[in-house]
């Protein structure tokens, strides 16, 4: 059985017990539900979670080791000169047998051992599925007893019900933390491999950017240059342009929409404006290059300037029109939100409309504003495609906008692409700026929060 078809069994089960724990709950108060701690719904879910939860933990357990140990069998029935290969041509092995058995094709020539081991791999395979499938039937049927057995009047249903559904909500809050810690952790320890070949203070401050290092122990290459500045400073340059282009466009044209605009016009402009945010990055990229790059070039050799044809000017304009969306609809939604009752006030104190919106309702949903704009921010920050497309790949630490420059975006995804070995400081340094950038856009939380706190302190 699949585990699609797994999970579909033990879903339906669990319906169907629900249904018997239910009607049990109806006879055993002999149809009088005052006689019940709980409502006879709390009694059918509370036989359906011991039906589905315990086989449903099994299978979770079953699918992260069965992998492991399939493969472990197979390795252990192949031939002695093919157990005797690295750990790095045993995985190949390994996975030229699993796309043999799902059917696919590989490149090597497929030998008896070979074949041998495909159909040793789809017995055990076969196997493991079946024992799955006995195991859970074996449980939800247990289980689902137990808990039927357990239903009587007094049996406080819904504590228990309650309990367990507490226990899920604090589970998946864990596993969003503990994601969010894996993450910093595995960058954390490579930028900290990083830090032990190159220094942090010539990371920081040296204003050379060229990660020319041999990407494999026989391949020779240059020492490098790994200073982030330029790097950086590209990003802010960029992020920056696309912020003044962005908020002030954003935030008039939420305020527009949602104290100006008739609601007929709302319906229909609103939706448009938001139609930028389901455009694909790449088209914004296309866009960049093929138009607006070439006509602040052409604008430029009018008045005299020289613009690179690939600059932070284009980039971050476009970037600008990209992310209009995040702080207008979201600016809107907050501006919305404030209670009439304060513009009403305003009003009857003789403020006009333009003085009720600068001195009432901005001021009421500043935090949100500032929400939407470090959202904003953090979405500019991140952006690859458009500046790969529009601002190059050169690191350049300049202040003019017209010439070429790129983002720790960009050099992440340029040092992770193609053949790479993970020792040497050309592939580390990856892990080394996103660590940096994680650090800097935390620290823009931090100074985002500080104003929503004092300004919501200051309206409270």
């Avoid at 195991?135 to 309990?163: C, D, H, K, W, Y």
């Amino acid at each position: 059985m699949t585990p699609l078809n797994i999970f579909i069994l033990v879903v339906l089960l669990s319906a169907i017990v629900y249904q018997i724990g239910r009607k049990k709950a109806f006879t055993v108060s002999g149809n009088n539900i005052r006689s019940l701690h709980s409502l006879p719904t709390h009694y059918g879910f509370f036989t359906a979670l011991w039906c589905g939860l315990p086989a449903l933990l099994v299978v979770l357990v079953w699918f992260l080791c069965e992998a492991a140990i399939v493969s472990n069998l197979v390795l252990a029935d192949l031939p002695q000169q093919l157990r005797e290969l690295s750990t790095l041509q045993q995985s190949i092995l390994l996975y030229d047998i699993e796309s043999l058995a799902d059917g696919g094709v590989i490149s090597r020539d497929v030998t008896a051992e070979m074949e041998q081991a495909v159909a040793h791999y789809k017995s055990l395979h076969a196997t493991s599925r079946a024992a799955l499938a006995v195991v859970v039937l074996t449980m939800t049927v247990g289980f689902s007893g137990l808990a039927l057995r357990r239903i009587t009047p007094g049996l406080r249903a819904r504590n228990q019900v309650e309990r367990v559904v507490r226990i899920l909500l604090v589970a998946c809050s864990m596993l969003a933390i503990l994601t969010t810690v894996g993450i910093v952790l595995s960058v954390l320890f490579e930028a900290i491999r990083f830090f032990k070949v190159i220094p942090l203070t010539d990371f920081l401050f040296n204003p050379q950017w060229s990660p020319q290092m041999a990407i494999r122990e026989e391949q020779v290459g240059s020492s490098g240059a790994f200073g982030a500045l330029p790097v950086f400073w590209g990003t802010l340059m960029i992020s920056s342009i696309a912020m003044l282009v962005a908020v002030p466009l954003g935030l008039m044209s939420a305020l527009y929409l949602s104290e100006y605009a008739s609601k007929k016009l709302r319906l229909i402009a609103k939706p448009l404006l938001e139609i930028l945010a389901g455009i694909p990055t790449v088209v914004y990229g296309f866009f960049a290059a093929l138009t607006v790059a070439p006509f602040l070039r052409d604008m430029g050799a009018i008045i005299g300037l020289t613009v690179s044809s690939e600059s932070a000017l284009a980039a971050g304009l476009v970037m600008g029109i990209m992310i209009i969306p995040f702080v207008s609809s979201l600016s809107d939604d907050v501006i919305t939100a404030v209670p009439q009752a304060m513009r009403d006030g305003a009003y009857a104190l003789g403020s006009t409309r333009s003085e009720t919106v600068l001195r009432v309702v901005v001021p009421a949903a500043l935090p949100g504003i500032v929400g939407s704009v470090l959202l904003a921010m953090s979405r500019a920050i991140g952006e690859t495609m458009i500046v790969v497309m529009a601002a190059g790949l050169a690191a350049n630490l300049t202040v003019n906008p017209l010439e070429t420059v790129t983002t720790v975006t960009v050099q992440i995804v340029t040092l992770l692409v193609g053949d790479q070995e993970f020792d040497s400081p050309k592939t580390l340094a990856a892990f080394a700026l996103g660590l940096l950038l994680f650090i800097v856009t935390l620290i823009l939380n931090i100074i985002a929060l500080r104003v929503v706190r004092k300004y919501s302190e200051q309206y409270e």
